[in-house]
């Protein structure tokens, strides 16, 4: 049996299966989650059973990588809308959480290395501590010194006291948000939703009376070559015949045609063609139908339209293209991506020979490339370990957390690793994404489980308290911000205030009120402004206790 529970496997997964249904029961309608999965390891901790510091690393990144990838394809667009506003979330917060780390350390008479530690571990963020130990290695000397050792273990227990408080904390207060601001999270994500159709609006189709003699007689690809309006022309009625639209169709008088595109363009198609119409554009002979074309041969991934020239080649309009629930107009430089879906308009002939050239490939759809996935997560492993050097010759890290985070972010904005596109299926970063985090939060709870009742001998409940102290000023001033300065949407500030505390099961939690992709969206768009902070700031609160 000692073999058994000395076997690092087995103490892992009986750590997330044991976590993972004791974070299932829910009191008033709140659950622990993920958080359920750090209480059980802190129980293992405790009787030695460990999970090792590479497994946990592993955890962490897995969990960073996938959220940086499904968060990146809106986080740059996001980031030009309201860039000083995470910087005031994220660096306010945290800049908080630090006096109040510094004022507690001379109120209780804690050291710096305990107030250090302490910050981190209130705030959740690991790659801070390693910060925080480095300052300290560099002030004391000697690395391999009494002095040295006995420095480097205060500030990690200050660590292991204050980490514990901060992520049951951040859990519980993402679920009781809804009932807290009196929003349901159906509603946000719907009001998230429509904020981001402002931006993207979505596409509607109308009918048109050909009245303007200029345009009678020209064909459709004449009128197209004027750039006047980027609807997309889709069915004409002619003499109460229904055609599909191509380039060699011509326009007449009295002629009735439809288009899609958004109300702006559909307004500037208005003005060129004549009259708004309301007329039935089906085509009662079947001759002519609409369908949904799913995108997945190789060969035509990363190709414009302009390049595959289907209108051309195949005399069948795309009129619409759905991408990551988001619609988009069908331009001629968009280029395609795996799991595309294109609304397209034609004879049935026509558009069963452009789908065999998209693809009928749906199984390719469910395959990951480990090369470029894994590629993604070297390179922000390197990324990570570049050095950054602050006032004063203090060298800092972004970790391999932070790191793959950056890369995945970038990842998932273009989508490639020079010529290598990476595409990874929404159910294996949903996958990567929990895996990663019961993982990481098995290793962590094993850790702080070793130590968490020496702490609680050796210090007493002060240094909790103090811990407990600077996560509620962390988080206080973060809702302050989030939702009574910057009123954001319920769901992305839940997202956000996880990434002020850096706190993935926050986030894990967020992600649970509801299906949205607000949470995420939110989550990242913070993290990386709290995350340098957090590495600056801890070295910093250990540096000001010092002198």
Not at 86 to 96: E, R, Y
Not at 445 to 474: D, N, S
Request: include cysteine; charge should be positive.
């Amino acid at each position: 049996m000692s073999q058994l529970f000395s076997s690092q496997f087995f103490t892992l997964f009986a750590i997330i299966a044991l976590g993972v249904t004791l974070g299932s029961f829910r009191l008033g309608g709140i659950a622990l989650g993920s958080a359920g999965v750090f209480f059980v390891a802190l129980v293992f901790g405790h009787f030695k059973c460990t999970v090792s510091h590479e497994l946990t690393e592993l955890g962490l990144v897995l969990f960073v990588y996938a959220v940086g990838l499904q968060a990146g394809p809106r986080f740059f667009s996001v980031l030009r809308r309201r860039g000083a506003a995470f910087l005031a979330v994220g660096l306010g917060s945290t800049a908080v959480g630090a006096l109040a780390a510094i004022g507690l350390a001379k109120w209780f008479g804690l050291s710096a290395n305990l107030a250090a530690g302490l910050y981190s571990g209130a705030t959740t963020c690991t790659p801070g501590l390693a910060a925080a130990l480095e300052a300290v290695r560099r002030v004391t000397g000697d690395p391999g010194s009494a002095e040295t050792i006995e420095a480097v273990n205060a500030t990690s227990v200050g660590y292991g006291a204050a980490y514990p408080f901060s992520v049951v904390c951040v859990v519980l207060l993402v679920q009781l948000l809804p009932r807290l601001l009196r929003t349901p999270a159906k509603t946000a994500a719907a009001a998230f939703r429509a904020e981001e159709e402002t931006h993207t609006p979505p596409l509607d189709e109308c009918a048109f009376r050909v009245t303007n003699r200029n345009c009678a007689g020209r064909t459709v690809e004449e009128l197209q070559a004027l750039h006047l309006s980027n609807a997309v022309l889709c069915r004409i009625k002619h003499e109460g015949e229904i055609y599909p639209v191509k380039p060699e169709t011509t326009l007449r008088l009295g002629d009735t045609v439809l288009a899609v595109g958004t109300p702006e363009e559909l307004a500037k198609l208005e003005a060129v063609l004549g009259d708004v119409v309301v007329e039935p554009m089906q085509d009662p002979s079947g001759k002519v139908t609409s369908e949904l074309l799913l995108v997945s041969r190789k060969d035509v991934v990363g190709k414009s339209f302009r390049e595959l020239c289907i209108w051309e080649r195949f005399g069948v309009v795309v009129t619409r293209l759905r991408r990551e629930n988001v619609e988009l107009t069908p331009r001629g430089d968009v280029r395609l991506e795996p799991g595309d879906v294109l609304r397209v308009v034609g004879t049935r002939r026509d558009i069963r020979a452009l789908a065999d050239a998209l693809g009928r490939e749906e199984r390719r759809l469910a395959e990951t490339s480990f090369v470029p996935f894994a590629a993604g997560i070297a390179l922000g492993a390197a990324v990570g370990q570049i050095p950054i050097t602050l006032p004063g010759g203090l060298e800092v890290r972004l970790g391999m957390g932070g790191g793959a985070f950056l890369v995945a972010l970038l990842l998932g904005h273009l989508g490639t690793i020079g010529p290598v596109r990476v595409y990874v299926p929404n159910a294996a970063k949903y996958f990567a994404r929990e895996l990663g985090l019961v993982i990481f939060l098995a290793g962590a709870g094993a850790g702080a489980g070793q130590r968490f009742v020496p702490i609680l001998r050796e210090a007493g409940g002060q240094l909790i308290m103090a811990g407990a102290l600077v996560t509620l000023a962390t988080v206080v001033t973060a809702l302050f911000i989030i939702y009574a300065l910057c009123r954001w949407n319920l769901l992305y500030g839940a997202g956000a205030l996880s990434a002020c505390m850096t706190n993935p099961p926050g986030l894990a939690a967020a992600t649970a009120l509801t299906d949205s992709d607000a949470a995420p969206v939110g989550f990242a768009s913070v993290y990386p402004v709290a995350l340098i902070a957090k590495i600056l700031f801890a070295p910093l609160v250990y540096l000001l206790l010092r002198m």
